[in-house]
C-alpha cells in the first residue's frame, strides 16, 4: 500500500525488482467471489450493509480507469461490505477489487497487504512497476515469515522430544 509521495529511490527500486522477476511471473489473480471468501474466513468481522460505504466503494472502481477495466462489459461492481476491528472492508465480487477505511492507516496495513497478495496479479497487473514490486516484496516477506514459524515449530517439537526423552531417562514416564 503507497501512503507517501513516491521518491526517485522509491521508483528506482521497484524498477529494479520489477526487472528481476516479471517475466518470471504468470497471472494468479484470485476472483472476487475467492477474495470475499478469504477474508471471511481468516478475519473476525460483521456484515456491514451500508448503501453509502458500498457506494463508496464502487465509485472508487468505477472511477479509476484501471480498476474501472478489471469489470466486466456492462457490469457493475457488486460490493460486499464488512466491519472488522476498526476498519470497513469492501470487496467488489465482480472484480476482486477491494477498498479499506480506518483511521489509523498503519492498523489495516497487514489486512490491505494479506489480502492484496492473496488476490493475485492479471495480466495488466503484471505490466504495472509497481504492483509487480508490491507483489514480490509482500510475498517474500509472507514466505520470510512462515519460513521462520515453520522453523520455531520444528525446534518447539525438537525441544518437546528432547524433554520426553529427559522424562523417559529420569523415570518419570514410559
Known amino acids: 500500500m503507497l501512503t507517501v509521495k513516491p521518491t526517485a529511490e ?26 470475499d471468501q478469504y477474508f471471511r474466513n481468516k478475519y473476525a468481522h460483521q456484515v456491514f450493509n451500508d448503501a453509502a460505504f458500498q457506494e463508496i466503494v464502487a465509485l472508487n472502481i468505477t472511477e479509476n480507469a484501471f480498476s474501472r477495466n478489471k469489470l466486466p462489459k456492462g457490469v457493475l461492481p457488486n460490493i460486499k461490505s464488512y466491519k472488522t ?29 494479506d489480502l492484496f497478495v492473496y488476490r493475485g496479479l492479471d495480466e495488466e497487473d503484471l505490466k504495472n512497476i509497481f504492483l509487480v514490486a508490491e507483489y514480490v516484496k509482500l510475498s517474500l516477506a509472507w514466505q520470510s515469515v512462515m519460513a521462520g514459524a515453520k522453523r520455531r515449530q520444528r525446534a518447539s517439537r525438537a525441544a518437546m522430544r528432547l524433554s520426553l526423552e529427559m522424562l523417559k531417562f529420569r523415570g518419570l514416564t514410559s
Do not use: C, Y
Open 10 to 35: 522509491m521508483l528506482a527500486e521497484w524498477k529494479r525488482i520489477f526487472e528481476a522477476h516479471h517475466a518470471a511471473m504468470k497471472p494468479n489473480r484470485k476472483t472476487g467471489t475467492e477474495v
Open 85 to 113: 476491528g476498526n476498519a470497513l472492508v469492501g470487496i467488489d465480487l465482480s472484480t476482486g477489487e477491494f477498498h479499506i477505511e480506518s483511521e489509523n492507516i498503519e492498523e489495516v496495513m497487514p489486512l490491505h497487504d
